[in-house]
Nanobody, 118 residues
Framework: VQLVESGGGLAQPGGSLNLSCVAVGFAFSDYVMTWYRQAPGKERELVAHVSITDDATTYAGSVKGRFTISRDNAKSTVYLQMNMLKPEDTAVYYC????????????WGRGTRVTVSS
């Protein structure tokens, strides 16, 4: 079982990045997907969350209107499109898969670093 994030890097304030997270080894379409982030010296926080069928999303207030989470179950991939980036978006971003109903399984990626700086 693996979740592999990619797409991080350096962006200027106001710029954009698109993160991807590919799932391997489990039934991706049976899991709710979430992006989290952890900035240096801070606790991990939830960034965005998407339902199994991609019809329900939630966002942290700090990213609402700037970030968009989506998923492609055919490709076992979840995305995080990040626009209008701010220095405070600098963090390591992790994707996670959470089972639903009677499935308590949970999987995490290793993270991809995003740095927003001029």
């Amino acid at each position: 079982v693996q979740l592999v994030e990619s797409g991080g890097g350096l962006a200027q304030p106001g710029g954009s990045l698109n993160l991807s997270c590919v799932a391997v080894g489990f039934a991706f379409s049976d899991y709710v997907m979430t992006w989290y982030r952890q900035a240096p010296g801070k606790e991990r926080e939830l960034v965005a969350h998407v339902s199994i069928t991609d019809d329900a999303t939630t966002y942290a207030g700090s990213v609402k209107g700037r970030f968009t989470i989506s998923r492609d179950n055919a490709k076992s991939t979840v995305y995080l499109q990040m626009n209008m980036l701010k220095p405070e978006d600098t963090a390591v971003y992790y994707c996670a898969a959470h089972g639903v109903n009677n499935n308590a399984d949970e999987y995490w990626g290793r993270g991809t670093r995003v740095t927003v700086s001029s």
